[in-house]
Each structure stands twice: as C-alpha cells, then as structure tokens.
C-alpha cells in the first residue's frame, strides 16, 4: 500500500483558500514545519491557523524542530540550496528532530496529513528536504491555496 503525503505552501494564500483546500482534500493533520509559527500574512501564525484548522475540523500541530534555522530559511530566500541542504541536514540529526519525524510519521500513517510551510514550491523548501529524508517511498502531492504558479 502506498501511503500518500501532502505538502502546501501559503506564501499567496489566503487561510480561507487554505482550509478550503485542505477540507477539500480530506486532510484530517495539517503538520506546520515552519521553526517559528508567525507571519506577517494574516492568518498564518500558530494561534490564528489553530483555530481556523480546528473550525474546519482538521487537528493543527506544529513540529517546530523540523523547521529550517534562521541561516536556512535566509539560504533558502537566496536561492541557495546547497547552503539550505546543509543546514537542514544538520537540523534533521539533532535528537529533537529526530523525535518529531517519528511522530509526524506515525501520525501520517493514522491520516491524512499535509506540512505546511511559506515557500510555494516544495523543490526549493525544507519540505522537500524532508520528504527526502523521511517519507521517500510515500505518494507526495502538492496543494496549493493560492494563484497558480507562473
């Protein structure tokens, strides 16, 4: 049996637009991955996306050692995905982290569950990097809340 994986970026989103798709997907977990849950965006740091996924009847969690660090996050702005790879791998070895991929795998297999983070596209986020080093032999499929990318 394949086991499927969602993944969403909410970089021009609206968290309408995102519960809506994650409603209509069947997403019963949305895994934030972000190291710090705020935003600027309205509607996209932890206490607001919480309740809005909650009102939707899907559970919120936040994994925040599965997030990038800071010099990640600023590689990843940079276009830099080496720098990016390297830091996060590093992240991924931490005991931590390492805690919270087993969790977040043990509840991917129990439901539908999809990780959020900013960027658009997962190729040139941590997301990918964690597929990558968590759920390879999943079935991923990219949502997305927003306009359709160019």
Known sequence: ???????????????????????????????????????????????SLATATQNAGMTYRHFKHLGTPREGRDAARRGDLGTLRHIYEG?????????????????????????????????????ALLIEAAFEDWLIRDLHAGPTIP
């Open 1 to 47: 049996m394949t086991t499927e994986l969602f993944t969403i970026g909410y970089a021009r989103a609206t968290q309408d637009a995102l519960t809506g798709v994650l409603v209509d997907t069947g997403v019963k977990l949305l895994a934030d991955i972000r190291a710090l849950p705020l935003s600027r965006r309205p509607g996209f740091s932890k206490t």
């Open 91 to 127: 992240q991924l070895e931490l005991p931590e982290a390492l805690a919270q991929m087993a969790e977040l795998q043990a509840l991917a297999q129990e439901g539908r569950t999809c990780l959020l983070c900013y960027c658009e596209e997962t190729a040139k986020c941590h997301r």
